[in-house]
């Protein structure tokens, strides 16, 4: 099946450093790439939607300027959490769409910052 | 907007127990169902889903079926067991767009 590969799986930085957090997909192109953002104990929140060759869309609330995303090619997309401080600490996640109902999750980052 | 919500839990178990999470969502249109599962320090499983109003999902035991009437997404599992505890999340799309997920349910499950 469709395999999102999602590096690195955890990280740990120091604050003020910028971390980039990779997903490629393996046999498929993916013209959209969501990334999510979960915090401790809750729930998957959307941050934003990128398109193969075009700027990235950004929920409401959420600092495009510090999370910056690259989708260069249909099969890799970057999240960069740039000048990282302790609250950008959670667990990251990407998701492409694979087909009509099919869509496929990467495995997630998981970032702490010190 | 969309929304989902799900009871929060957490929800204790023992072994061999009736397994329901009740998950019931708002949406424009006709939108496709899904229950995710994440077990500790892993990412997001895709467990079961359903399409169209009145499909049921299964898989592993689990099932859930779609119903627009009421537009809930129940799960339900007949005999849990010590392996399936982790969180799950009931969660809608809407017309091939980003996931809106519910606030996720933990489980335990006890020998």
């Known amino acids: 099946g469709a395999v999102v590969s999602q590096h690195p799986s955890w990280v740990i930085c120091k604050s003020g450093t910028s971390v980039k957090i990779e997903c490629r997909s393996l046999?498929?192109?993916?013209?959209?790439m969501f990334w999510y953002r979960q915090f401790p104990k809750q729930s998957l929140m959307l941050m934003a939607t990128s398109n193969e060759g075009s700027k990235a869309t950004y929920e409401q609330g959420v600092e495009k300027d510090k999370f910056l995303i690259n989708h260069a090619s249909l099969t890799l997309s970057t999240l960069t959490v740039t000048s990282a401080h302790p609250e950008d600490s959670s667990f990251y996640i990407c998701?492409?769409?694979?087909?009509?109902?099919?869509?496929?999750f990467g495995s997630g980052t998981r970032l702490t910052v010190v | 907007g969309d929304s989902v919500t799900q009871m929060e839990g957490p929800v204790t178990l023992s072994e061999e127990a009736f397994l329901t999470i009740n998950c019931t969502y708002t949406a424009t249109g006709y939108p496709s169902l899904f229950w995710y599962v994440q077990y500790p320090g892993e990412g997001l499983q895709l467990l079961l889903k359903a399409t169209k109003a009145d499909d049921k999902g299964s898989n592993k035991g689990f099932e859930a079926t779609y119903r627009k009437e009421t537009t809930s997404f129940h799960l339900e599992k007949g005999s849990v067991q010590v392996s399936d505890s982790a969180v799950y999340f009931c969660a809608l799309n809407n017309y091939g767009q980003n996931f809106v997920f519910g606030p996720g349910t933990r489980l335990s499950v006890l020998p």
């Open positions: 046999d498929f192109q993916a013209t959209t």
């Open positions: 998701s492409a769409k694979t087909g009509r109902y099919g869509y496929t």
